[in-house]
């Protein structure tokens, strides 16, 4: 049989993830939301990690994540980066420090930002980069400023820049990857977790551009891939994409005039305070830089009709999960949803054994949408997706 063109083999992908912080940060919890099906308000019930808990975590079928949640009580703090009194002179490691860092490819750390005990976070945290610096200084860097959802709303975003600004300078000579600040309670641990996991899948652009033709074809305004299990996001095509991916963007562009979504670009992002699914979905909009600085809080004007929320895909993934566990609990299982509106048909359906299709869908002056062509469109896909998602 011959190699595919995009990989030379189809071995299993193992990248070491390092999950550290100290102790009751929450990095335990939010591993059980993401990783094991646990509802929030069950993490209550979860006891303090001792030692390191090991757990392979299969992502994509290919992809097993080699999740170390190491745990962040002072003396394993201690163990994790301590040398030995008899290290040598030329820089030879302890044996421990050696075993948790080696071959490290990512470094999650949690900081709790309320936290009482600032100078000794901040001294692991610096002690901590410094390890994976000596030992693995080609692995990713994360941070997590976690539990952010008990700062109150105005704060969160002056706090958050204040301490990533101090976690760079103190990180140096590595560099931040990427810094998210989440909450069990919310979306944002799902857009952290799935900027993080799908950094270590090498041909991510070929389902981009799959989505965007599959978009194409169903003439829809996104169309996003989820993960089955954790349902993170994997790829997205938005508006711009389907069209780039047309053969001939002119005659899209006509057959959409009539579309609200045809307004002006902006480089503008209006925070959208409207309540409810269908409001996510006003105007396309660039996903964000989770290093970029915060979406302004201007209010949107009359004549450019406000942008679709920036979290909409991870709102999903947040909302359909613990649904689908709820569905779970009352022993039956979850299979699609469909939502019909005037304005817009959204349509959510499994599109491989480790995937869910998202597709969403406006009327345009031809007339209205049918959600069954959608799924119709999403099971005649699946052959192709799931060669796709072998390759990747």
Known sequence: MPRSPLRPHLTSIRPKVLLMGRSYAGKSSMRSVIFANCLAPDTARLNATYRIE??????????????????????????????????????????????????????VYVLDVESRDDPKDVAYFQ???????????????????????????????????????????????????????TSIWDESLYSAWSAIVCAFLPHREALQTGLAQFG??????????????????????????????????????????????DSADSDEHPENDAVGMRSWWRRPAKRADPLASQPSASAPTAMAPPLADLNRFEKVSNIVKQFKLCCFKASTHFRSLEISHPDMVLVLDGLTDSTYLLVVARPDAAGAVNPGSLRVNI????????????MC
């Open 216 to 261: 194409e074809v169903c003439e829809a305004e996104e169309v996003v891939l989820f993960e089955r299990a954790t349902f993170l996001v994997i790829a997205s095509a938005t508006t711009e994409d389907i069209a780039g991916s047309a053969s001939s963007p002119s005659t899209r562009r006509q057959r959409r005039a009539s579309s609200s979504l």
């Open 379 to 390: 099971h005649a896909a699946q052959p192709h997706f799931t060669q796709l998602l072998r």
């Open 127 to 181: 002690r901590t980069v410094a390890a994976l610096h000596r030992v693995s200084p080609q692995a990713r860097l994360y941070v997590l400023a976690h539990k952010m959802d008990l700062v109150p709303q105005e704060r969160r975003a002056a706090l958050f820049r204040s301490l990533l600004a101090r976690l760079r300078q103190l990180a140096q000579p590595m560099a931040v990857t990427a810094a998210f600040a």
């Open 54 to 107: 090991h757990r392979e975590v299969r992502f994509l079928g290919q992809l097993v994540l080699d999740l170390w949640d190491c745990g962040g009580q002072d003396g394993f703090m201690e163990a994790y980066l301590n040398t030995d009194s008899g290290v040598a002179a030329d820089g030879r490691v302890d044996a421990s420090r050696q075993r948790v860092f080696d071959n490290a490819q990512a470094l």
